[in-house]
């Protein structure tokens, strides 16, 4: 199983960015899969899960109506389109998904809200 993020960077305040997450080594259509972030200094927190069987998705209050999450089972991927940054957005973000008990992520992506 192999996760890898990508798309991270600085941004201003009320920038855009978009992340990806390329993912391989299992059947990535049968998975739900989640964004988490770590903020400096702080525990790592769940952004938004999207789910395997119809794609529901459920955000975290602090980014409903600025991030959007999509899947494409063809390509394997996950993209978190992040809108109206702000500064607390600050974060390393991971992609996440748990296969049989077991949970697996990537190495993260740098996402950097400053003016």
């Known amino acids: 199983v192999q996760l890898v993020e990508s798309g991270g960077g600085l941004v201003q305040p009320g920038g855009s960015l978009r992340l990806s997450c390329a993912a391989s080594?299992?059947?990535?259509?049968?998975?739900?899969v989640s964004w988490y972030r770590q903020p400096p200094g702080k525990e790592r927190e769940v952004v938004v899960t999207?789910?395997?069987?119809?794609?529901?998705?459920n955000y975290a209050d602090s980014v409903k109506g600025r991030f959007t999450i999509s899947r494409d089972n063809a390509k394997n991927t996950v993209s978190l389109q992040m809108n109206s940054l702000k500064p607390e957005d600050t974060a390393v973000y991971y992609c996440r998904v748990r296969i049989r008990g077991r949970e697996y992520w990537g190495q993260g992506t740098q996402v950097t809200v400053s003016s």
């Open positions: 999207i789910l395997s069987a119809d794609g529901s998705t």
């Open positions: 080594g299992f059947t990535f259509s049968s998975y739900t």
